[in-house]
């Protein structure tokens, strides 16, 4: 699944592709990604909108534009397999084609969702979802400060604390097991006892691993994400510990395990991360 580096680098390539264009109509090949809207019902939402810019909150890309000077906005959750690209509207489709914008340039945004748990929702999903969401792993407003306070009562492992999007934005199943390696801890310690050296041990490391790997384009360790002008991610090459079960230990050659922490498979180093 897509997290915050793959979200931003989505974010990043098509901003200067779709902001400026003019939805002219949307097709919809398959309704309940677009909650439920026909290509009528989402072309009376979206067309005659002028796109002005392309915000990113946690996993969200946020839409904006306007329509006779008033603000309409969209957002996009890639969830699992989700793939968003611009192409010329008279190319041919991707048979995993769930959505469609097309602009009055000639260019159209595609959609394209395997799996079919990706969503593409008129206005956004600022409402309910989110007020809700944690800070963002770069704001100057996060710290091993804060993370200690926010997980100090907190008797879940350290794992599933980082995946909770309602106490960090954008981090998920290959960041966490990266960052709690980077860290030096194990997946199983349980917030209550972190001390504040750990907690600011753990904001450095995970910082560090979604620098690195937005400086590779996110990762790519299946078929399903891709830029929008269609490259693979390249951090999935420099995995410690995601994906490597059984391998060496780049730091002891000690076996990296895969265990459940919190029903979710996790991997890590049992010597570098005793603690
Ligand atoms: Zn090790």
Redesign the pocket.
Known sequence: MPELPEVETVRRELEPLVVGETITRADVHWNRSCAGLNSDGLSAQLSGVRLRALHRRAKYLLFRGERAGLPQEFSVHLRMTGRLTVREAAAPYDPYLRVRLVFDSGLALHFDDVRKFGRLLVGTPAEVTLPALGPEPFDASWSGCVWRDRVRSRLRPIKALLLDQRLLAGVGNIYADEAL?RAGLSPRRRGVDLTLRECEALVAAVREVLSAALAEDGASFDRFYRTPTGQPGRFQDHFQVYSRTGK???????P?VRVLVAQRSTHY?????RN
């Open positions: 390696f060496p230990c780049y730091r002891c050659s000690t990296i180093c049992p010597k570098c991360q």
